[in-house]
């Protein structure tokens, strides 16, 4: 079998994240992982009502994780996927921890992306209710670009009988 040409078949185009704590308050519209959020003004907080692992179930609000302004990683986009402009936000519920695979999980993650530009944000306070040990410091981020081949374990399942 040409192992080579088949990794070169498999070879996918990736963004690749690097994170550094920021000193200070990052610019209004910057790329980040935690920290205020930087949100439309007529954004509503997200929220999940589930169990934790306890069995305690409550309405909890969803961690923020980070945001991506596109424009700073649009040149990176080799595969033409991501959109020019705007921002995506990342959010998830860290007391409950689910996964997605059943749908009562729906609502525990969220991926919203708002089409407008950095002058449209504010600053957005973290809900009172959200944990402290569910709140991230906020760092910097710094993008590259990569070339990626499949793992050691997804080659073998995809290759072999």
Same mark, same amino acid.
């Given at each position: 079998?040409?192992?080579?040409?088949?990794?070169?078949?498999? +070879? /996918?185009?990736?963004?690749?994240?690097? &994170?550094?704590?920021?000193?200070?308050?990052?610019?209004?519209?910057? @790329?980040?992982? %935690?920290?205020?959020?930087?949100?439309?003004?007529?954004?509503?907080?997200?929220?999940?009502?589930?169990?934790?692992?306890?069995?305690?179930?409550?309405?909890?609000?969803?961690?923020?994780?980070?945001?991506?302004?596109?424009?700073?990683?649009?040149?990176?986009?080799?595969?033409?996927?991501?959109? +020019? /402009?705007?921002?995506?936000?990342?959010? &998830?519920?860290?007391?409950?921890?689910?996964?997605?695979?059943?749908? @009562?999980?729906? %609502?525990?993650?969220?991926?919203?992306?708002?089409?407008?530009?950095?002058?449209?944000?504010?600053?957005?306070?973290?809900?009172?209710?959200?944990?402290?040990?569910?709140?991230?410091?906020?760092?910097?981020?710094?993008?590259?670009?990569?070339?990626?081949?499949?793992?050691?374990?997804?080659?073998?399942?995809?290759?072999?009988?």
């Amino acid at each position: 079998m040409d192992y080579q040409n088949i990794f070169s078949v498999l +070879e /996918k185009n990736e963004i690749h994240i690097d &994170y550094q704590m920021a000193k200070e308050p990052l610019a209004l519209g910057t @790329s980040k992982i %935690g920290g205020k959020p930087h949100l439309p003004k007529h954004f509503e907080w997200c929220y999940y009502e589930g169990e934790d692992y306890d069995g305690n179930r409550e309405n909890r609000p969803l961690t923020f994780l980070m945001q991506i302004n596109c424009e700073e990683i649009k040149s990176l986009d080799k595969d033409d996927v991501l959109p +020019e /402009k705007g921002f995506l936000y990342f959010f &998830y519920e860290l007391t409950s921890l689910r996964w997605g695979f059943e749908p @009562s999980d729906e %609502g525990s993650a969220r991926v919203l992306y708002f089409d407008g530009s950095a002058d449209e944000l504010e600053v957005r306070e973290l809900p009172e209710e959200l944990e402290e040990i569910n709140r991230f410091p906020e760092c910097a981020l710094r993008f590259s670009t990569h070339t990626n081949i499949p793992s050691y374990e997804e080659f073998s399942d995809f290759y072999t009988d």
